[in-house]
């Protein structure tokens, strides 16, 4: 409140209050003094005082201590004694907090939410595992994927037959060994289940130096890049409703994860592809569409009503969770979004990512995708982790080209 009250002279009311995220209602509303709220009159059939301390002391006795208020009532009752109704027993007794559950309720701990910034490829990674679907019912393939979640460039998968701590372990190992991930540069970002809140997962993982995080229990949207890459595979025309063994899983998978990371044109990220994104080819790309659509407004001006096209940059900045900003003055929290950041969609249902790759509860961010190992390489061994690839700089010849 008090920071819209220092802005809006020199900026105004509404731009000061677009910069801090508060609706313009809500400060006026605020603005206006709170009324107080008038004192419940006692109803005029409510028990004296003196009469629901009787009551209490009935309730507290020796012989009614252990008893219901309905067992109590129908017990005075039968000895020609009537206190007060079943439900005025209730209520003396709530006022006084001595309503409960009389068995111990299971608290649950209060779970601090993941808030996970990438600002460039290889600083935070998602991974998670879906089932495939086997050739009779009960029968499954398990799917490890890791994703970039700055560039959504597939970086490391693995088909297996089952969900085993030791297979999560080799790939991740194998995986940052691939990406030349050193200590200190790498946040692993997964859900809780059994795979990955493991033993020998958290070991590896402070061997070599990543932190991990995990979703909040029973929260859905808190690993949205994985469940949204779920999405686009489980969508594609080609995804059989069930594999006939697993090596028809790998071998979809290859042609797949290819597709994914080096021809997806990925919404979130400019229509580039995850490729494109994690090995630093960007500007580049987008340079060159920009001249094409230049060279076409040139062609026919009168075809763009207003100016020349822009090309999209891409974001700058992938958020799990995009933190909130609260006021001090106020108890209302509103979403803060930094700047160059696009929000994506926060509703219960994703649309297709392979129409909008955006997942819920994150924001908009630039999808990567890589080269995929051999189909040979597939069979001979089911871990598949996308090397590091130099970033190749055009010398300045070649960039007149």
């Known amino acids: 409140m008090s920071a819209i009250q220092q802005l809006a002279p020199h900026v105004g009311k509404a731009a000061a209050c677009r910069a801090l995220g508060m609706p313009r209602a809500s400060w006026y509303r605020r603005l206006q003094p709170i009324a107080s709220l008038a004192a419940r009159p006692t109803p005029a059939r409510a028990l004296p005082l003196a009469e629901r301390q009787t ?99 597939v970086v490391g998968w693995m088909v297996a037959d089952g969900e085993s701590s030791q297979l999560a372990q080799r790939l991740i190992a194998d995986t940052c060994e691939k ?104 500007e580049e790309v987008i340079q060159r569409r920009q001249e094409v659509l230049q060279d076409a407004y040139a062609r026919n001006p009168e075809r763009f009503v207003r100016a020349c096209p822009k090309s999209q940059p891409p974001p700058t900045a992938a958020w799990i969770n995009p933190p909130v900003l609260t006021t001090a003055s106020e108890g209302n929290a509103h979403s803060f979004m930094p700047t160059g950041v696009s929000k994506s969609l926060t509703s219960s249902a994703d649309r297709n990512e392979s129409s909008d790759d955006r997942p819920r509860n994150a924001l908009k961010i630039p999808a990567r995708q890589g080269g995929i190992c051999a189909l040979t390489k597939i069979v001979a061994s089911p871990f598949h982790a996308e090397p590091r690839q130099p970033v190749l700089k055009p010398t300045s010849e070649e960039s007149r080209h």
């Open 55 to 153: 009551v209490l002391q009935h309730l507290h006795s020796e012989r009614f201590r252990d008893q219901a208020p309905a067992e109590v009532f129908a017990t005075l009752l039968d000895e020609g004694i009537f206190l007060c109704s079943v439900s005025t027993m209730y209520r003396i007794l709530a006022a006084n907090g001595e309503v409960r559950e009389r068995r111990d309720q299971l608290r649950h701990p209060e779970y601090k939410k993941p808030e996970l910034l990438a600002t460039a490829p290889n600083q935070v990674w998602s991974w998670d595992i879906t089932k495939l679907l086997g050739p009779v019912k009960w029968t499954y393939y398990y799917l490890y994927v890791i994703l970039d979640i700055f560039s959504r460039y």
């Open 179 to 282: 990406q030349l991930i050193v200590p200190g540069q790498l946040h692993l970002h997964a859900d809780r289940g059994t795979s990955m809140t493991s033993k020998p997962v958290a070991f590896l993982l402070a061997d070599l130096g990543v932190t991990k995080t995990h979703s909040r229990p029973q929260v859905s949207d808190d690993n949205p890049y994985s469940e949204s890459q779920f999405k686009t595979l489980k969508y594609r025309p080609g995804f059989p409703d069930r594999f006939g063994s697993i090596q028809d899983a790998r071998a979809f998978c290859q042609p797949f994860f290819r597709w994914y990371n080096d021809e997806h044109h990925h919404s979130a990220i400019a229509l580039l592809t995850p490729a494109m994104l994690h090995y630093g080819r960007a």
